[in-house]
């Protein structure tokens, strides 16, 4: 599934997004590790895919993970492949630091 998603260009996306996110917040180190796909239809030229994600940063430093926020996307197939034209990301649960982190 992770072939799949990556053919959809959701990592690179997700890099872009959590490096504006980072910048804006004063975060470093931001990795969004993508879950299984809950959901997942596709179309001739549509899909439409919801993950369960986490997120680890760190924070002034600090270590911190957000785990199992939900990740909704919207594709399109076009002649130059698929391209995500629609994002969500619902957080579950509060961010928390990591045990042992400096």
């Known amino acids: 599934m992770g072939r799949l998603l990556a053919t959809f260009g959701v990592a690179a996306f997700l890099a872009t997004k ?18 299984k796909p809950l959901e997942l239809y596709i179309t001739a030229d549509h899909a439409y895919v919801v993950t369960r994600d986490d997120y680890t940063y760190k924070m002034k430093g600090k270590p911190m993970k957000q785990t199992g926020s ?3 996307f919207v594709l399109q197939k076009s002649s130059a492949g698929w391209r995500i034209t629609g994002e ?7 961010a928390a630091p990591v045990s042992g982190g400096s």
Do not use: E
């Open 88 to 94: 969500a990301w619902a957080s579950t649960a509060s």
């Open 18 to 35: 959590a490096a504006v996110f980072a910048k804006t917040n004063g975060i470093t180190d931001g990795f969004v590790t993508l879950g």
């Open 70 to 72: 939900i990740h909704t």
